[in-house]
């Protein structure tokens, strides 16, 4: 190695954030029995770590730090499946890793997490293998892995079209305040989808995001955000979910402008005035014995970065 040469990095740490759906419009089932999708997406500020250590040829190793029941500690974790990719496409099978996620997003919650962590592990593995991969190269991976990756590396608004990784960034100005209702026990995406299919005759006509919602986004009003947010799996979530009307109701009394299942579900999201109110409904909010745990969040925040 010359005097002058980078020394070779053993560890880099990745810091990702779970998501929220403003919007969520969903259109019929196609054949290959993904549901056509217009997604705007928010990043907000609740986080998983990835971290990633050099390990000896091809050895590709995860721990999990705490405990996270249902989060898979082998090959089928979504973050072990991303490095797999990114080595095979980009980089050598002798490239090893030692994997560590840190989770703070919900599992199964309808907020991305094992999306976040694959998408964590790509940046990660790119860096630590310093591979001579382009930011377009990494989303088109993210998209192999599924459907929400992409928006975790990208972060900030954005519109998500085809299967709701085809991202588009949506302008947005200031912060928007958040509570999340949390739930004991999470939620199948394929799942809900399913029962949307059982619940819905979609409509034919285009699946479009709502003009309002661009212009409330524009300006950072949350009361105008407040009155266009909307999801249309809300109603598969809480048919196989019905304690979670009661949650979102909790929610609205409890002053939140606008209450919805994010994503598949079951977290609910809280849209508040200011981060006063913000505070205010997650402290009587955190009191209801239906709610498991609540989190304080602001959105938008980047997407996937090093940390270290
Ligand atoms: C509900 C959302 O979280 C909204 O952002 C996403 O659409 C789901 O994204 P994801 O979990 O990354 O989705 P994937 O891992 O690609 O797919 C999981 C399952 O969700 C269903 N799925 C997902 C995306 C999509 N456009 N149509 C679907 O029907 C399919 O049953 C699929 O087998
Ligand atoms: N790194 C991971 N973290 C969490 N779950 C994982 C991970 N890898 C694989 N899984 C599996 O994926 C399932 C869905 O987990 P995840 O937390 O991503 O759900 P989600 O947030 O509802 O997803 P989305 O909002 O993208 O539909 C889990 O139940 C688990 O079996």
């Not at 053993?10 to 056509?36: C, M, Q, T, W």
């Not at 990208?154 to 588009?168: E, Q, Y």
Request: proline share 6%.
């Amino acid at each position: 190695m010359s005097a002058d040469a980078e020394p070779e990095l053993e560890l880099v740490r990745v810091r990702v954030p779970a998501k929220i759906n403003l919007a969520l419009r969903v259109g019929p089932r196609s054949e290959d029995g993904y549901h056509p999708l217009v997604n705007v997406f928010q990043a907000v500020s609740l986080f998983d770590d990835v971290t990633a250590e050099t390990a000896p040829g091809g050895e590709v190793g995860l721990q999990l730090v705490g405990e996270q029941p249902g989060v898979p500690a082998d090959e089928d974790n979504l973050a072990v499946r991303a490095v797999r990719l990114l080595a095979a496409e980009h980089g050598d099978p002798g490239l090893g890793v030692r994997l560590t996620l840190r989770k703070t997003i919900p599992v199964a919650g309808g907020m991305a997490g094992g999306s976040a962590d694959a998408a964590g592990a790509l940046l990660a593995c790119s860096v630590l293998w310093d591979l001579d991969v382009q930011p377009d190269q990494l989303t088109a991976l993210a998209a192999r892995l599924g459907a929400d990756v992409p928006f975790a590396l990208l972060g900030g608004t954005a519109i998500g079209t085809g299967r709701g990784d085809v991202l588009a960034p949506v302008l947005s100005r200031g912060t928007f305040h958040w509570v999340l209702g949390l739930s004991a026990q999470g939620l199948s995406t394929p799942r809900v989808f399913a029962r949307f299919d059982e619940l819905s005759t979609p409509a034919e006509e285009p699946l479009e995001v709502p003009d309002a919602l661009m212009e409330a986004l524009r300006t950072g009003r949350a009361e105008a955000l407040a009155g266009v947010v909307g999801n249309d799996l809300q109603a598969a979530a809480l048919d196989l979910r019905p304690d979670l009307a009661d949650v979102l109701e909790r929610g609205r009394r409890l002053g939140a402008l606008a209450a919805l299942v994010s994503g598949s579900g079951p977290t609910c999201a809280f849209l508040c005035a200011d981060e006063s109110a913000a505070i205010d409904v997650s402290t009587k909010l955190g009191r209801e014995p239906a709610v498991h745990a609540v989190r304080r969040v602001h959105g938008p925040v980047e997407g996937a970065r090093l940390i270290s």
